[in-house]
């Protein structure tokens, strides 16, 4: 039987478990790369395993989030970031040089490559046939120290594209096209795998802005097979010498088809506020626009910001519209530049930010009160802009730029009718990509051997090994649906000290209890009890990260959210089911106590623990966990039980976790 | 007798008093100035005098202070001063634009005017031979409205030029010498007039960056003469026609002279954190850099960033400094962009900000923790930057460039021999500033025809003419030096809300005690008690208007700092004197009552005002103010007696107050 790309890739990494849709796989990762928000955490678990060295191929740390350096903590994390990229062997992206998968295609992205990121739009550089998965920071650092990614095998769906896209209509249209059929919840468990002959009609930037939104489908990942146009890519940006012709096999076998065939696109526009609110552009024309930005991870390239640049070449923008480019990176920067396309910009009346994820995550830009704001983004979730009750639409390069020349939301193709002189600018690559790079450090030019931590970067704790005996107070008993953002906030004056565990720490559940955190420290130990679904929500590590600073032993809940118990596990805290009649009878305060041998009972695979409940009754929790989650949990945690092997083994990367 | 430059402008202009040393003198203004933080109280205190139209010649509304607009409150305000200046009659900036000196100077400054802005920096087109003075926002609106300006009549100082500036030696390091000479108190007082021989050697950039600098030395102004070099800027900006050949009389006799000899000139710095604190750069050569920013509306023009290039063109930065250009004007981003120099900045890896005053102010580029940090900026007061203990030096672009080559503080000719062949860039003008106006709009093409207003933008209270009788509650006794910071907190989250009055008086005096401002509106009137220097340090108008909000009606004190004593009157606060013994006698909760007519008492002359206690004791206070500021007080404050005098003339401007 044929394989599908997806499946030949994962079979050349594989290093446990088989290829069966829905069974566990852990496989080899050749490269990595982190941000700025997600990888001080990334290396000061590095750090904590112990590590000397990088072990991926590529390990590449990138400073694109915060580069606006707002605070001095921003600043710091940007310099530990670079000490840390030295001192252990990856490469560092200067703040200003650009978003980590604009940055990351041009420079690392390979076919046929395995990468982990810890950024959800890490799929990207599938655009050139690798595959590439977006993690949890804890899963990255793991794999930067040689260790293998595990997941459950997805589904591979064929994505069979036909036809060629017509003027105006574009790569972007697609990915919307592909929203508006399967909804942000489409793609949860898939991976994408575009084939079909449409494939040869889009260039490499047109195929990762289809990757990139892949992620707001809920896949996995997305992939395309490579070609003449992906060799092509690769040789104008001087790295012909990592191209691999690879695809799948011509009988491959897919769990699933969809078709799409480009000739029937046209332009389409994501109203607020979710990606999948997609119409086309001419059912909201008229609506009345004050801002346009082009940029971000999805349309930030050259190819993205040279189509509006020739739209508004010896034009001018509507006087109440205000139009922001930001590009994806330093090389489409200078590029744009050095053609002249900046000043063309500029004389237009766009204001040119830094190359930065800025606005796309509501730092910058943010939009006036009741106004409507264009954006080439990926994501308008409401409030994500940065104001509550905010009208984002997303859409392409070209329905971002009519925008600003018109004052108001206008299909390109009438907007041409109107002006009579404006052309369809196609996509165009530069000859060459040469933009300079100087802010790109490799590790044999790094300025530092040794970690530069500001005062607020403090070290990563490690728990010990799951004790024999549990016990402790139920220190905060919740309702049901507790979120994560309940148990660390989002909010950037909380977050800002993301990498400051301990002040973190301080703010865990304070919106349930703003005495909890003091409480948990000051006892030795203790528990949470919640009701159904306790840690729902954002993926966020911080929200089991932070309880287990506190001491915290364990969770007793009616129910829990599937990714946070993961990250229970993977912090070394016991996530225990009770039943509904139990969680009334359990009190705030009440002492609690595991009867079992918990470090035996959690290792030997038993699943019903006792709890003894002040001393008084008794009742029974269910631990649902597989084999692999119980020696995490057993060892501590997954940074635990990584170090444990990693000092068994002399540092050598472990075979079997 | 001959005239100074400065007396013959303002005789021009004068429509009150003489000009004599220290009397005060009224002024017509021919130019206004405001920028995005202090604009939109201007406006709205414009619109509370109920008038229809600017009077100036010249109104120009910039956006430059917030452009990474943060915060939808930052958006909109700009929104709203685009309305403003559409409805009233201003030209407005668009955000990105540039710094409100920077396009003011490119745009509007002109020989012989005269022009009243917003900004401590309003003085910098003193380089083109305008009498630029910095103000209150209140002293604006008035302005704007076609009223005179107020300010007793300075020293002239002759500043004699003589010689020329050596290679590498710069404009900024002629500001730096005389901050070295004469310290930050140096100008208080005073206008600074240059004149010499030396004058014909420097472009109308390099004058400029020495009249900006000049509200370092605590001038009023600072202002050169015109000449061939004045009159060729101005055609190579398009606006020959508004050169005025313009200068001294020969025998013009001033207060004071000092002698610069620009041949002596090497390059300076200024260490932190005092403008004043400058040493040779040589002093201090070899400190680590991690942070060069070349950019403000000091040395943010094309000129100085063109050195920068130079010197960077075909190099590469310091891998551990980073460097920022922050381009002052869109002009000069557009020009530096169109000739390629963008390009080359960019290839050596300098992070290109939006142009905006930003990091100047403490907004983005935030230093690292325990960081050097080279600026071309103006002020280094320590946290300016917006991290506590900074270590930032002042210093000219050719020395911020050879911080970032070598990673450390080097006087550039230094450099210059070590690397062999870095050549002294100089100063060169572009052929024509050509850049596009398509970011500014003039008062014909306005797009705005009512004031656009967003949920944070409020209306600026009037007060009523003042009562014959005031008695009210001693709602707080406070103690010596309460500063203004004390009143009203600048801290970002409090001051977001200075467009909306009655939520920024929420937080007044909440750091003396955190009860006040509701009891204050609780209560019919009230009073404030302190003892000495009470409301110094910042000059903020909020500190007296938010006050007036909350209904208070005078405050007693044993001193007042000068500035809030004038900002009391013009919000019609009543600032009584009162004894050391008295002040120990009265207690919070004091009912205190004005004996006399109060009305009658202020518009007659009195100075001693009998005080009741608790209807108990008697104390004597007093009343020292001038016959405007009682004409001021009467009238419920400077914008209610503004506004009278429109009503009771018809809008025509008051040619007496």
Redesign the interface.
């Known amino acids: 039987m044929g394989q599908t790309l997806t499946e030949k890739i994962l079979e050349d990494h594989l290093v446990e478990g088989t290829l069966e849709t829905g069974e566990e796989i852990g496989i080899e990762i050749d490269q990595v790369l982190t941000q700025d928000t997600t990888g001080t955490l990334v290396w000061l678990q590095f750090e904590a395993l112990g590590l000397d060295e990088v072990q991926t191929e590529i390990a590449a740390q990138y400073c694109d989030h915060q ?6 903590k ?3 994390d ?2 530990f970031l ?1 000490s840390a990229a030295g001192t252990f062997g990856a490469h560092f992206s ?4 650009g978003i980590c998968h604009n940055v990351h295609k041009e420079n690392f992205a390979a076919p046929g490559k395995t990468m982990l990121g810890s950024d959800s739009h890490t799929p990207t550089p599938g655009g050139l046939g690798e595959l590439a998965i977006g993690s949890g920071g804890l899963d990255v650092a793991v794999a930067m120290g040689g260790g293998p990614y595990y997941i459950e095998m997805p589904e591979v769906v064929n994505v069979r594209l036909e036809g060629e896209l017509p003027e105006w209509s574009t790569a972007k249209d697609v990915a919307l096209e592909m929203l508006r059929r399967l909804t942000v919840k489409g793609g949860v468990g898939k991976i994408f795998e575009y084939t079909g002959p449409g494939v040869e009609s889009l260039s490499v930037p047109e195929r990762t802005t289809i990757t990139n939104l892949g992620t707001e489908l809920g896949a996995t990942t997305s992939i395309f097979p490579t070609d003449e146009k992906t060799k092509d890519y690769l040789a104008r940006q001087g790295r012909e010498d990592v191209f691999e012709d690879i695809g799948p096999d011509e009988d491959a076998e897919y769990d699933d088809e969809i078709v799409v065939d480009l000739s029937d696109i046209e332009p389409l526009i994501a109203c607020p506020s979710m990606p999948d609110n997609v119409v086309p552009v001419r059912e909201v024309a008229g609506e009345t626009v ?2 346009v930005i082009v940029g971000s991870c999805t349309n930030g390239g050259y190819e993205d910001i040279l189509p509006t640049a020739k739209m508004l070449e010896g034009r ?2 509507d ?2 519209t ?1 139009m ?1 480019v930001a590009p994806g990176s ?1 090389q489409a ?3 744009l ?2 053609q ?1 396309w ?2 063309e910009l ?9 190359a930065t994820c800025g606005a796309c995550i509501g ?9 409507v704001s264009l954006r080439t983004f990926n994501r308008n979730f409401e409030g994500r802009s ?2 509550e009750d905010d009208n984002v639409y997303l859409c392409s390069p070209e329905v971002a730029a009519a925008a600003a020349l018109k004052g108001e939301i206008v299909d390109p193709r009438d907007l041409a009718d109107e002006l009579g002189d404006l052309e369809a600018p196609g996509v165009e690559l530069p000859e060459k990509y040469d ?2 790079k ?2 790109l ?1 490799a590790p044999d ?1 790094a ?2 051997d040794d970690l530069v931590k ?2 607020n970067i403090g070290d990563v704790p490690l728990k010990d090994p799951l004790d024999a005996h549990l016990e402790g107070e139920a220190l905060l008993k919740m309702e049901d649906n507790i979120t994560t953002d309940h148990i660390i906030p989002a909010t950037q004056d909380i977050l800002m000290y993301r990498s400051n565990v301990p002040k973190l720490s301080e703010f865990t559940l304070s919106r349930v209890d703003d005495t909890f955190a003091q409480r948990a420290l000051d006892s030795d130990g203790g528990f949470l009890v919640a009701g159904e679904n306790y840690g729902q929500g954002s993926s966020r590590e911080h929200a089991a990260l932070c309880p287990m600073f506190l001491g915290i032993e364990g969770v007793l809940a009616q129910s829990f959210a599937r990714i946070h118990k993961a990250n229970l596990f993977n912090f070394g805290l016991i996530p225990l089911t009770i039943s509904a009649e139990d969680y009334e009878n359990i009190e705030q305060g009440d002492d609690i106590e595991i009867v079992d041998d918990v470090a035996e009972a959690v290792a030997s695979g038993q699943e019903e623990f006792t709890v003894r409940v002040n001393d008084d009754w008794e009742l029974t929790a269910e631990l649902d966990a597989s084999e692999r989650e119980r020696r995490i949990l057993a060892a501590g945690g997954k940074l635990s039980l990584t170090k444990q092997q990693y000092e068994n083994e002399g540092g050598a990367a472990p075979a079997d976790d």
């Open positions: 580069t606006y350096q707002f605070d001095f921003n600043t710091d940007h310099r670079r200067r703040p200003g040089n004050e801002q001018e923008m006087k109440k205000e922001i330093k920067s200078e590029i530049a050095r002249g900046t000043a500029m004389a237009a009346g766009v204001n040119f930010s830094e730092i910058g830009h943010v939009p006036a009160s009741d106004s940065g104001i933009g300079s100087a802010d450090i030019e300025v530092d500001g005062p």
